[in-house]
């Protein structure tokens, strides 16, 4: 299983569209296409806390969606928007590589 995370996690880095580095505290905007919102991490005694909220791009189409998780060392999690017909999926993924946090996402 984590062999699998591993590689998932490296194919989303592979072909990234952006990949960067979070800081604590500090926002990163989320652009899924039809998905966008934003996404921080706090340093906690068990792990480095992300918090990633999305909503639909288009104004008061739906509530927004949080997602937290917390990562222990080499843990990654991600999450997508499936693609239209004629378009790929979107894909955001956020890796804990030590005392850090990266951020991947393909698509749009």
């Known amino acids: 299983m984590r062999f699998l995370t591993f590689t998932a996690l490296g194919l989303v880095l592979a072909t990234a569209a952006g990949a960067s580095e979070l800081n604590p505290r500090q926002s990163h905007s989320l652009d899924l296409g039809p998905v966008r919102g934003s996404a ?3 340093v906690e005694k068990d ?10 791009a288009e104004a008061g189409a739906a509530t927004p969606l949080r997602v937290i998780t917390t990562l222990a060392s080499d843990q990654v999690v991600s999450f997508s928007v499936p693609g239209t017909q004629d378009g790929a999926a979107a894909s955001v993924a ?8 990266e951020v991947a996402s393909t698509g749009y």
């Open 40 to 42: 921080y991490y706090t």
């Open 94 to 101: 956020f890796a804990r590589r030590g005392n850090r946090v």
């Open 47 to 56: 792990g480095l806390r992300v918090v990633a909220t999305l909503a639909p």
